[in-house]
């Protein structure tokens, strides 16, 4: 590291990364208002805060630092009546001009009241943003923010749900929480999600942002929680509900209306614990949704089916005696016991089945959300705050191929913490110093059976019962997932307005990281590529034997271990591999380091608005790497026995029980993996062209760390994933280099009146270094396995309009259009596509708007509407063609309308608010998926020889492969009723 870049980093060394911003600023200036000049040591302070400013010898005055809100301001000097100014709305990163006239006092010393005007055209703005306050929020018909996010212009949404902002990857996005990355670095995607009645402004930045500002490539998410106030407030939400839908022939088992399937309960209260001191905020949330997807529990995961034929096959060619086991554990016959009418006859099977073929839901979910928030004033010009939230989620994925053994699939449960410490100390009226420190802790697992000595699981051939296009009939996915990631922060910036037009910000970061990953899956094995669901038993002198089966494989498991002798009269070893539970382990543990520091100026002058700045990002690894992912040594030859690795036939000793490596006798050369180092500039500019109209341009430089999933996967280097089948794993790079992006954006704005604006973006973004996964061949040509490199790239291009208008102060309407091109190279191990091609969340055209009604404390409504041109699909590769045409057709169209209506009552001394929520109004069938091979969400073709020679065990060939209809939609229309109470 060369002494130029110690230098730059001494000089943060007391600092840390920006902490993205949480505050606003509110300046202007106060006159006289008979002469026109500026008032020299006037007053001005917001109301029921500590802040405040007095004015210079020109009468200007600016208070910095002042958390999202509406505040009164108050003006006031000697030989002056005083001015209060109600309702000024300060935002993130935003400067609100407010000046103020005040009059000499008279006979008649009265305050002046005035009612500030909300301007739909905030001039000085060099990014694209909005904002979005509690009481929207609250109004909205959403039931979560990131369905208000997915409405924001330049932002679509794909099939799985990501967040994709101006056609960047999912990952590009930075969440905060109180000026805090939430981002989980592992996936990319957010960690915590504050609940809706927490937030006091949400800040959704989709243009170029600021230095301060770093993680993203894409945009920012700001999300900054309620503070306590100096008087005592609560809440009780209640909203209960249902999914109500015709479509019958999409979902089953939804024409029951059942309200408590999808209800939730929400609770806030907030006050003084030192009247003018501590204050504080807490807001709870229990939310439980069944669901619309159902499967049934036709089948458990202990039973067993059977193909006569094949077990006859098996073990004599001629036809085996066929033997189960009965309750006692002793071998009987199925044919005296009437299980199998005929072992001698052809086609036929043995299913057993003792399931109660009931409905089961299987993408149910329950989500817990606690907030609590202090905060302390410690002088007129200090403070300090915490905010700490535990979340957890606990839900079942859709997996089609278990709708007859819907009980199989594995639970899914992810918990986290978070702790954010904050201390604001004015050091001077324009200069503000800020800490932060915070720590993080998300957990996640994912398993069937959590402890990997669990009897309950199913040996190996039992995994998965099924036969070719029939649904599972027994078997679990025998996995074990966990993932914790803690990360830790202190970050700190200094932010001082040096004169009436400069205000400077610097300040850096230190961020360390440890994930504990753990994923354990075990490996199907069977002779010729099948899965039998039995085993031989044969007594010493293999002059009888038995193919045993059962419907409870969980018995099959207690008479392996019971001590009988079993010998493979077929094929030597075979017995062997059945009692064994090959295990895949990819197990580690990694402490990434990150380094950040960033110095912007806010340039403010009367004709223009400049924001320049310069952001540098470190990342260490802390991790090493192959010098060569080509290295022939890297493949491996797995043993259990110690004796094949000391005799050098085999390099790497695997723990038959656990799947641990015990020895790596590899031999590969290692390096450390290097340390990333870029400087980002960033410049934004925005200069009034009229009275209410603006224009602006920005131009940044973004990077980011690729996910810790990419960079670390497979962290001992093995490329045979499966030593059974020979199949291929991926290999991560430690050694990625940033993702990168530089982005330009013009942007327009004009107010026509006081309650129209007009707005027009255009934008270009090119990105490159992006993750992508391509084939290596090692060096001696033995085997070609995958990589993790930085070899894609992309680019967008887009242009956005949109309209604000007010109609009087009861009706507000918004509309915005987005056209958007998205292309970048894609990379598949199977086939060969072009270098460019529409990315899958290439959405051309959307359109949003937003329509509210408010009658004063009487009634109101909200109107959502979306419509979005279909995305791309990659149709099916032509016979005898390697080239595939990626994502040369579009899916169909989407239009969908989310409705609110409240009432407001008074119940004694309380204040109350009914509601109800319609999401999907009109129950459309939303397409998000279709067949590659119709682009129909609901039909696909089937060859006539596949069904000729379908074996329908379970189920017809045009039910499996029409198995994943329900998913190809987006959910039926859902409806919730519910009442909160304030007090």
Same mark, same amino acid.
């Given at each position: 590291m060369n002494k130029h870049l110690l230098s730059f980093l001494f000089l943060f060394s007391v600092l840390s990364l920006s902490f993205a911003g949480t505050t606003g600023k509110i300046s202007g200036k106060v006159i006289d208002k008979s002469t026109g000049e500026g008032i020299i040591g006037g007053i001005v302070l917001l109301e029921g805060t500590t802040f405040g400013a007095s004015t210079d010898v020109e009468g200007n005055y600016f208070i910095l630092s002042v958390p999202p809100g509406s505040y009164n301001l108050k003006a006031s000097s000697i030989g002056y009546s005083d001015v209060k100014i109600e309702g000024i709305k300060v935002s993130i990163d935003v400067t609100t001009k407010q000046d103020i006239a005040i009059s000499e006092e008279s006979l008649q010393v009265e305050e002046v009241i005035i009612v500030a005007e909300q301007e739909l055209v905030q001039k000085g703005v060099t990014a694209t943003t909005s904002y979005l306050d509690a009481e929207s929020i609250e109004s909205s018909p959403v039931d979560g923010i990131s369905e208000l996010i997915e409405i924001e212009a330049g932002i679509t949404k794909d099939s799985g749900g990501g967040i994709h902002i101006r056609g960047g990857r999912t990952g590009e996005v930075a969440y905060l929480?109180?000026?805090?990355?939430?981002t989980d670095v592992f996936d990319g995607g957010q960690a915590v999600e504050l609940e809706a009645g927490s937030i006091q402004e949400l800040q959704v930045i989709t243009g170029a942002f600021n230095a301060e500002y770093g993680r993203a490539q894409s945009g920012v998410i700001n999300s900054v929680?309620?503070?306590?106030?100096?008087?005592?407030n609560g809440g009780l939400q209640i909203f209960t509900g249902d999914y109500l839908t015709a479509n019958d022939d999409v979902w089953q088992n939804v024409d029951d209306v059942t309200p408590l399937d999808n209800y939730s309960i929400q609770a806030n209260i907030e006050g003084p614990i030192v009247p003018g001191k501590v204050t504080f905020y807490a807001n709870a949330r229990y939310k439980k949704d069944e669901g619309f997807l159902y499967g049934k529990n036709t089948y458990n995961p202990w039973d067993v089916t059977v193909n006569v034929d094949e077990l006859k096959d098996a073990a004599t060619g001629n036809g085996a005696l066929l033997r189960t086991i009965d309750e006692n554990g002793n071998l009987v016959s199925p044919d005296s016991a009437g299980l199998i009418p005929d072992t001698t006859e052809s086609g036929l099977y043995y299913i057993g089945q003792s399931g109660e073929n009931k409905f089961v839901s299987m993408n149910k979910g329950e989500d817990v959300f606690v907030l609590g928030k202090l905060q302390w004033v410690i002088t007129g010009k200090s403070n300090l705050s915490f905010t700490g939230i535990y979340d957890s989620q606990n839900f079942n994925d859709w997996g089609s191929d278990y709708l007859l053994n819907a009980d199989a699939r594995p639970t899914k449960k992810g918990h986290g913490f978070t702790n954010i410490l904050t201390y604001n100390n004015a050091l001077s009226n324009s200069t503000i110093l800020n800490i932060k420190f915070s720590a993080i802790n998300k957990v996640f697992d994912e398993y069937n059976y959590?402890?990997?000595?669990d009897d309950r699981h199913l040996f190996n051939y039992m995994v998965k019962q099924r036969f070719k296009d029939n649904f599972f009939t027994g078997g679990v996915p025998n996995k074990i997932f966990a993932r914790d990631t803690k990360t830790f922060n202190f970050k700190s910036d200094l932010e001082s307005q040096i004169n009436k037009n400069h205000l400077i910000k610097f300040g850096?970061?230190?961020?360390?990281?440890?994930?504990d990953y753990d994923n354990i899956e075990t490996v199907p094995n069977s002779p010729n590529g099948n899965l039998y669901n039995g085993f031989v038993w044969a007594n010493e002198d293999v002059s009888e034997f038995y193919w045993v089966f059962d419907t409870d494989a969980r018995q099959v498991n207690d008479f392996l271990e019971s001590g009988r002798e079993f010998i493979d009269p077929i094929a030597p070893g075979y017995v062997d591999q059945l009692l064994r539970k090959d295990i895949w382990r990819d197990k580690y543990n990694v402490k990434p380091r990150e380094y950040s520091a960033f110095i912007q100026d806010k340039i403010e002058y009367n004709f223009m608005t400049i924001n320049v700045g310069l952001r540098m990002d470190i990342f260490d690894p802390n991790k090493k790497v192959p010098k060569n992912f080509n290295d022939a040594n890297l493949v491996t030859q797995v043993s259990f026995d110690s004796a094949d690795v000391a005799d050098g036939k085999a390099n790497l000793l695997l723990d038959q029980k656990t799947g641990l490596i015990l020895q790596d006798n590899r031999d590969v050369e290692y390096k450390d993996a290097s340390k990333k180092i870029n400087f980002s500039p960033r410049l934004g500019v925005s200069f009034p062209v009229s009275k209410n109209g603006y224009m602006s341009?920005?131009?940044?430089? $973004? %990077?980011?760390?690729?996910?810790?999933s990419d960079l670390y996967l497979n962290s001992s280097y093995r490329p045979d994933r499966d030593f059974i089948d020979g199949a291929s794993e991926t290999i991560g790079n430690?050694?990625?280099?940033?993702e990168k992006t530089v982005s330009y954006e013009i942007g327009f704005k004009q107010g026509i009146g006081d309650n129209l604006a007009v707005g027009l973006n255009l934008f270009y973004r090119d990105v490159k270094?992006?993750?992508?996964?391509?084939?290596?061949a090692n060096s001696d040509d033995t085997q070609t396995y995958q990589v993790n490199t930085n070899s894609d790239y992309g680019n967008t291009k887009g242009v956005l309009v949109n309209f604000e208008n007010r109609f009087g102060d009861n009706i507000f309407a918004s509309i915005d259009y987005t056209y958007l091109v998205t292309t970048g190279r894609f990379t598949n191990a199977d086939y060969t596509y072009p270098q460019t091609s529409s990315l899958d969340w290439d959405q051309?055209?959307?359109?949003?708007? $937003? %329509?509210?009604?408010e009658q004063s404390r009487a009634w109101g409504s909200s109107l959502i509407g979306s419509y979005g041109s279909g995305y791309p699909y990659e149709p099916p590769r032509r016979e005898g063609n390697s080239i595939v045409l990626k994502n040369t057709e579009r899916k169909p169209s989407t239009l969908n309308l989310d409705f609110e209506v409240h009432k407001y009552l008074r119940i004694g001394n309380l204040n109350a608010t009914v509601f109800a929520k319609v999401f999907n109004l009109l129950d459309t069938k939303i397409i998000k998926n279709v067949f590659s091979d119709t682009g129909e969400p609901n039909s696909t073709e089937i060859d006539t020889i596949d069904r000729e020679n379908h074996d329908e065990v379970v189920n017809s060939i045009d039910e499996y492969r029409l198995r994943e209809v329900p998913t190809h939609y987006e959910p039926p229309r859902r409806v919730q009723f519910g009442v909160k109470i304030n007090f």
């Amino acid at each position: 590291m060369n002494k130029h870049l110690l230098s730059f980093l001494f000089l943060f060394s007391v600092l840390s990364l920006s902490f993205a911003g949480t505050t606003g600023k509110i300046s202007g200036k106060v006159i006289d208002k008979s002469t026109g000049e500026g008032i020299i040591g006037g007053i001005v302070l917001l109301e029921g805060t500590t802040f405040g400013a007095s004015t210079d010898v020109e009468g200007n005055y600016f208070i910095l630092s002042v958390p999202p809100g509406s505040y009164n301001l108050k003006a006031s000097s000697i030989g002056y009546s005083d001015v209060k100014i109600e309702g000024i709305k300060v935002s993130i990163d935003v400067t609100t001009k407010q000046d103020i006239a005040i009059s000499e006092e008279s006979l008649q010393v009265e305050e002046v009241i005035i009612v500030a005007e909300q301007e739909l055209v905030q001039k000085g703005v060099t990014a694209t943003t909005s904002y979005l306050d509690a009481e929207s929020i609250e109004s909205s018909p959403v039931d979560g923010i990131s369905e208000l996010i997915e409405i924001e212009a330049g932002i679509t949404k794909d099939s799985g749900g990501g967040i994709h902002i101006r056609g960047g990857r999912t990952g590009e996005v930075a969440y905060l929480i109180d000026g805090v990355s939430v981002t989980d670095v592992f996936d990319g995607g957010q960690a915590v999600e504050l609940e809706a009645g927490s937030i006091q402004e949400l800040q959704v930045i989709t243009g170029a942002f600021n230095a301060e500002y770093g993680r993203a490539q894409s945009g920012v998410i700001n999300s900054v929680a309620k503070v306590g106030g100096s008087d005592y407030n609560g809440g009780l939400q209640i909203f209960t509900g249902d999914y109500l839908t015709a479509n019958d022939d999409v979902w089953q088992n939804v024409d029951d209306v059942t309200p408590l399937d999808n209800y939730s309960i929400q609770a806030n209260i907030e006050g003084p614990i030192v009247p003018g001191k501590v204050t504080f905020y807490a807001n709870a949330r229990y939310k439980k949704d069944e669901g619309f997807l159902y499967g049934k529990n036709t089948y458990n995961p202990w039973d067993v089916t059977v193909n006569v034929d094949e077990l006859k096959d098996a073990a004599t060619g001629n036809g085996a005696l066929l033997r189960t086991i009965d309750e006692n554990g002793n071998l009987v016959s199925p044919d005296s016991a009437g299980l199998i009418p005929d072992t001698t006859e052809s086609g036929l099977y043995y299913i057993g089945q003792s399931g109660e073929n009931k409905f089961v839901s299987m993408n149910k979910g329950e989500d817990v959300f606690v907030l609590g928030k202090l905060q302390w004033v410690i002088t007129g010009k200090s403070n300090l705050s915490f905010t700490g939230i535990y979340d957890s989620q606990n839900f079942n994925d859709w997996g089609s191929d278990y709708l007859l053994n819907a009980d199989a699939r594995p639970t899914k449960k992810g918990h986290g913490f978070t702790n954010i410490l904050t201390y604001n100390n004015a050091l001077s009226n324009s200069t503000i110093l800020n800490i932060k420190f915070s720590a993080i802790n998300k957990v996640f697992d994912e398993y069937n059976y959590k402890d990997l000595d669990d009897d309950r699981h199913l040996f190996n051939y039992m995994v998965k019962q099924r036969f070719k296009d029939n649904f599972f009939t027994g078997g679990v996915p025998n996995k074990i997932f966990a993932r914790d990631t803690k990360t830790f922060n202190f970050k700190s910036d200094l932010e001082s307005q040096i004169n009436k037009n400069h205000l400077i910000k610097f300040g850096g970061e230190f961020t360390t990281h440890e994930i504990d990953y753990d994923n354990i899956e075990t490996v199907p094995n069977s002779p010729n590529g099948n899965l039998y669901n039995g085993f031989v038993w044969a007594n010493e002198d293999v002059s009888e034997f038995y193919w045993v089966f059962d419907t409870d494989a969980r018995q099959v498991n207690d008479f392996l271990e019971s001590g009988r002798e079993f010998i493979d009269p077929i094929a030597p070893g075979y017995v062997d591999q059945l009692l064994r539970k090959d295990i895949w382990r990819d197990k580690y543990n990694v402490k990434p380091r990150e380094y950040s520091a960033f110095i912007q100026d806010k340039i403010e002058y009367n004709f223009m608005t400049i924001n320049v700045g310069l952001r540098m990002d470190i990342f260490d690894p802390n991790k090493k790497v192959p010098k060569n992912f080509n290295d022939a040594n890297l493949v491996t030859q797995v043993s259990f026995d110690s004796a094949d690795v000391a005799d050098g036939k085999a390099n790497l000793l695997l723990d038959q029980k656990t799947g641990l490596i015990l020895q790596d006798n590899r031999d590969v050369e290692y390096k450390d993996a290097s340390k990333k180092i870029n400087f980002s500039p960033r410049l934004g500019v925005s200069f009034p062209v009229s009275k209410n109209g603006y224009m602006s341009f920005s131009y940044g430089h $973004f %990077v980011q760390t690729p996910r810790f999933s990419d960079l670390y996967l497979n962290s001992s280097y093995r490329p045979d994933r499966d030593f059974i089948d020979g199949a291929s794993e991926t290999i991560g790079n430690p050694d990625l280099e940033f993702e990168k992006t530089v982005s330009y954006e013009i942007g327009f704005k004009q107010g026509i009146g006081d309650n129209l604006a007009v707005g027009l973006n255009l934008f270009y973004r090119d990105v490159k270094n992006l993750k992508a996964t391509d084939d290596v061949a090692n060096s001696d040509d033995t085997q070609t396995y995958q990589v993790n490199t930085n070899s894609d790239y992309g680019n967008t291009k887009g242009v956005l309009v949109n309209f604000e208008n007010r109609f009087g102060d009861n009706i507000f309407a918004s509309i915005d259009y987005t056209y958007l091109v998205t292309t970048g190279r894609f990379t598949n191990a199977d086939y060969t596509y072009p270098q460019t091609s529409s990315l899958d969340w290439d959405q051309t055209h959307t359109l949003n708007f $937003f %329509v509210s009604y408010e009658q004063s404390r009487a009634w109101g409504s909200s109107l959502i509407g979306s419509y979005g041109s279909g995305y791309p699909y990659e149709p099916p590769r032509r016979e005898g063609n390697s080239i595939v045409l990626k994502n040369t057709e579009r899916k169909p169209s989407t239009l969908n309308l989310d409705f609110e209506v409240h009432k407001y009552l008074r119940i004694g001394n309380l204040n109350a608010t009914v509601f109800a929520k319609v999401f999907n109004l009109l129950d459309t069938k939303i397409i998000k998926n279709v067949f590659s091979d119709t682009g129909e969400p609901n039909s696909t073709e089937i060859d006539t020889i596949d069904r000729e020679n379908h074996d329908e065990v379970v189920n017809s060939i045009d039910e499996y492969r029409l198995r994943e209809v329900p998913t190809h939609y987006e959910p039926p229309r859902r409806v919730q009723f519910g009442v909160k109470i304030n007090f």
